[in-house]
Every structure is written in structure tokens, then in C-alpha cells.
């Protein structure tokens, strides 16, 4: 079993929907989550990083995470064309020496 | 500010062959790590360079090895290609100050 599981997808969309995209992970040590977005044929970019339980927004993006059931969300309002990417979920842990952990990323498609 | 960038973008090696993939950082960032990107694996951690350096090891056979230089690029070498060997390599240059990390647009390897 992975240390951090993530639907690869692909998961498609109309334009102007809420998104959920999830993660689940198993070392209760991790502290802080990270989304990652990744346009094809570029590298991944950071999108939201939070430390602990809780949520935290950031325009039409809020990150929220659930350390009780190790579940971490990312949602998007009012989803356009232009969010269409890979969305990877990222973990990592001070006694790992915040080595970051990788979801294997779900392929994201919204549909005009 | 020039990004983190990547050399060569595409290449096509053979089996047994060997290769090298570079990376120079973020000018002021002493810190590059290297990735492994699949569709079936997702993001693997190969290593970290830190101040010429390695800092860390992800799980990855001697075959995959690495050098950083004085002036913070790096290279990583791949010897003894094989046919999984393909994938998309990734580095990514730490920012000293915030720990974000940084990637290139990544070195595409295809074995034949």
C-alpha cells in the first residue's frame, strides 16, 4: 500500500462546477500538505501548502485537511477551462526531514 | 527571474546506453532535488543536492546517480539505461527562504 493514495482519474467536469479532489495517507506524522498543479508538458507548480488540520482558502481554491481520518481535499469553485491539469497532492513530515511524499496526481478536465 | 531550467527536453537513448540530464536552479537556491515522474508510479523522490552535497536518497538502484556543482547546477546520471528507465525527470531548486519548491519542465526519456 502507498503512503499516500490518490485517484489518477481522469475526472471531467462542465465548466462552472465544484470540483473535489482527495487524498488519503497513512503516517499520521505528516504536518504539511501541499497541492501541486501540473499543465501538460510543464512541471508542477504549487497551489496551496497547509500545515495541520484545517482549511484554508485562497480565491476560488480552498485546501482542507482531516489529520482524524488522514484525508486531504482540494476544491475549486466556479471551474473554468484553464484549471484543466494533473492536481497532485504532496505530504511531508519534520521526522522524515520533510521529505515530500507524492500522490500520483489526478488528471483534471473541464469541459466548456 | 529566470525559472529552473532543464537540459536536454528530449531525448532517446537505447537499452544499455547511458545518459546525463542537467539542471540549472534559481539563481540563490542551493538546493536541487531530482524526480522520477511515471503515469503508473506518479513523482519519485531520486535525491537531494544541498551545497554540493547529497542531502538525501530516494530508493533508487546505484544506476541512478547525481553531482551538484559550486555554482548550485546539477546533473544526474542514469547508467546501464533500461526499458523502465523511461519516464519524465524532473528537477526542482529550493527556495531557501519559504522551502517552496521550484521545477524545471523536466527531461523526457524514452528507452528503446
Known amino acids: 500500500q502507498k503512503e499516500v493514495e490518490q485517484d489518477p482519474g481522469p475526472l471531467s467536469v462542465p465548466e462552472g462546477a465544484i470540483v473535489s479532489l482527495n487524498c488519503t495517507y497513512s503516517?499520521?506524522?505528516?504536518?504539511?500538505f501541499m497541492w501541486y498543479r501540473q499543465y501538460s508538458r510543464k512541471g508542477p507548480e504549487l497551489l496551496m501548502y497547509?500545515?495541520s488540520s484545517g482549511n484554508k482558502e485562497d480565491g476560488r481554491f480552498t485546501a482542507q485537511v482531516d489529520k482524524s481520518s488522514k484525508y486531504i481535499s482540494l476544491f475549486i469553485r466556479d471551474s473554468q477551462p484553464s484549471d484543466s491539469a494533473t492536481y497532485l497532492c504532496?505530504?511531508?513530515?519534520?521526522?522524515?526531514?520533510?521529505?515530500?511524499?507524492w500522490g500520483a496526481g489526478t488528471k483534471l478536465i473541464i469541459k466548456p | 527571474k529566470a525559472g529552473v531550467t532543464q537540459t536536454p527536453r528530449y531525448l532517446i537513448k537505447t537499452r544499455g546506453q547511458q545518459v546525463t540530464l542537467s539542471c540549472s536552479p534559481i539563481?540563490?537556491?542551493?538546493?536541487v532535488s531530482w524526480y522520477q515522474q511515471t503515469p503508473g508510479q506518479g513523482l519519485q523522490f531520486l535525491f537531494e543536492y544541498f551545497s554540493e552535497t547529497q542531502r538525501n536518497k530516494g530508493n533508487f538502484p546505484g544506476r541512478f546517480s547525481g553531482r551538484q556543482f559550486s555554482n548550485s547546477r546539477s546533473e544526474m546520471n542514469v547508467s546501464t539505461l533500461e526499458l523502465g528507465d523511461s519516464a519524465l525527470y524532473l528537477c526542482?531548486?529550493?527556495?531557501?527562504?519559504?522551502?517552496?519548491?521550484?521545477f524545471g519542465e523536466g527531461s523526457r526519456l524514452t528507452v528503446l
Open positions: 497547509t500545515y
Open positions: 503516517n499520521s506524522a505528516f504536518q504539511y
Open positions: 526542482a531548486s529550493k527556495s531557501t527562504n519559504t522551502g517552496e519548491l521550484f
Open positions: 504532496a505530504m511531508s513530515a519534520r521526522d522524515s526531514n520533510y521529505q515530500l511524499i
Open positions: 539563481s540563490g537556491h542551493r538546493s
